[in-house]
């Protein structure tokens, strides 16, 4: 019954859109916040719409989107962000067989939920990050470059040059297309710098907000965003004031230049020493007069 009302619908939409469309996928979670612009395949998202397996989920340069997933799985996707539900296999109710996520590029949180550990696989460009009870966020550049920080749990990075584990809280692998790898670090203020983009782990900077149930782990890992120094005013020169000249008093001829200034002070001092020679000496030759007439 359940496969003739597929048919049914699909062959509704054959006659109003002249093609036959693809089924849709049953839905494996939601959205349970949006915030600026979020699009599925069916178009923009809002707050409690399903998402589905094959959906892909892209957000705008400002757009933020959380989803939770049937068996309790949560995955935030930050600003500039590309993602795809690729394979979502039902195990009951609660858990699932398998859930792969095919991360294309930007900003992630990713939240283990109720199913086995061996269920969960994210994708990126530059390996595959295998799920071990888990908290952690993984960032995807423009050219493939993919860093992973982890918060709690453990996980493990696979490239094509081999693994490297996560064990510890705030340990960090950076990895690239080409196969090149660092070796497991802790992240800290130097992660931003080595990617390249300041907005690289908003949720760790502080540059996007989570909401309490996605947010609750303490700590940013030494990571902060970079401190956006906002370009000054040009600072205008002011022209040079011009020296009020002085008036010369009667007489007497002042000197502007300092080494004549100098010049000047010690021949006057020279001069009042020889005045002084004179004064001695004229008073000598008076002594002598008197004491001759007498």
Not at 190 to 198: A, E, I, M
Not at 232 to 254: L, Y
Request: proline letters at 4%.
């Amino acid at each position: 019954m359940f496969d003739l009302r597929r048919v049914a619908v699909a062959a509704l939409g054959a006659a109003l859109y002249g093609s036959t469309p693809t089924i849709a996928a049953e839905p494996v979670g939601e959205a349970v916040r949006i915030r600026t612009s979020v699009i599925g395949s069916g178009g923009p998202l809002a707050e409690r719409d399903a998402v589905h397996r094959d959906e892909r989920i892209s957000t705008s340069r400002s757009g933020l989107g959380q989803f939770v997933f049937r068996d309790g799985s949560k995955l935030a996707v930050g600003a500039g962000s590309s993602v795809v539900i690729d394979n979502f296999v039902f195990d009951d109710a609660k858990t699932v067989q398998k859930l792969t996520v095919a991360a294309a590029k930007g900003t992630f949180r990713w939240i283990s939920g109720n199913s086995k550990h061996s269920a969960y696989q994210i994708l990126t460009p530059a390996g595959t990050i295998g799920v071990r009870g888990t908290v952690f966020d993984f960032y995807i550049g423009k050219d493939g470059t993919t860093a992973i920080v982890l918060l709690e749990g453990a996980a493990r990075f696979c490239g094509p040059a081999g693994c490297q584990q996560l064990t510890r809280r705030c340990d960090c692998v950076i990895a690239k297309r080409d196969g090149t790898m660092t070796d497991t670090h802790r992240a800290g203020r130097s992660t931003l710098s080595t990617l390249g983009n300041r907005k690289a782990l908003p949720f760790l900077s502080g540059d996007q907000k989570l909401s309490a149930s996605f947010g609750s782990m303490s700590g940013s890992c030494g990571i902060s965003a970079a401190i956006e120094i906002k370009p000054t005013a040009p600072h205008r020169a002011r022209p040079p004031e011009r020296a009020t000249p002085q008036k010369a008093r009667p007489g007497k001829t002042r000197s502007n230049e300092p080494g004549k200034r100098g010049l000047d002070k010690g021949k006057k001092g020279q001069d009042s020493g020889k005045k002084g020679q004179d004064t001695g000496k004229k008073g000598q030759l008076d002594t002598g007069t008197k004491k001759g007439r007498g």
